[in-house]
């Protein structure tokens, strides 16, 4: 990448493709078996709650320039594989 731009571009479709398969685990909800309702319903929580989280890093990026870019990066990097961890584990418990 050879600037804050190119990154900013190359995230934001990680990003877009990040929730959009959170959205997707969520229409799966009315498929979950009972006794998993109260699990799945904690996991989108959780989901929801890291993604606002990533929003507001990616928000917070796209708004720096200059050093600040780079010390906005590192947050957003540790955002990004939060939720990427959580929608990780749903995925494994819910998609099959």
Do not use: C, P
Request: charged share 35%; no cysteine; glycine share 4%.
């Amino acid at each position: 990448m050879n600037t804050i731009q190119d990154y900013q571009k190359t995230v934001h479709q990680s990003v877009d493709h990040l929730f959009e398969n959170i959205d997707q685990l969520k229409k799966k909800g009315q498929f979950v078996k009972e006794e998993q309702k109260h699990f799945f319903q904690q996991k989108i929580a959780d989901l929801e709650d890291k993604r606002e989280v990533l929003r507001k890093k990616y928000n917070e990026l796209s708004a720096s320039s200059g050093k600040a870019s780079i010390e906005m990066k590192s947050g957003f990097e540790k955002a990004k594989l939060d939720l990427t961890r959580a929608w990780n584990e749903a995925k494994e418990k819910f998609v099959s």
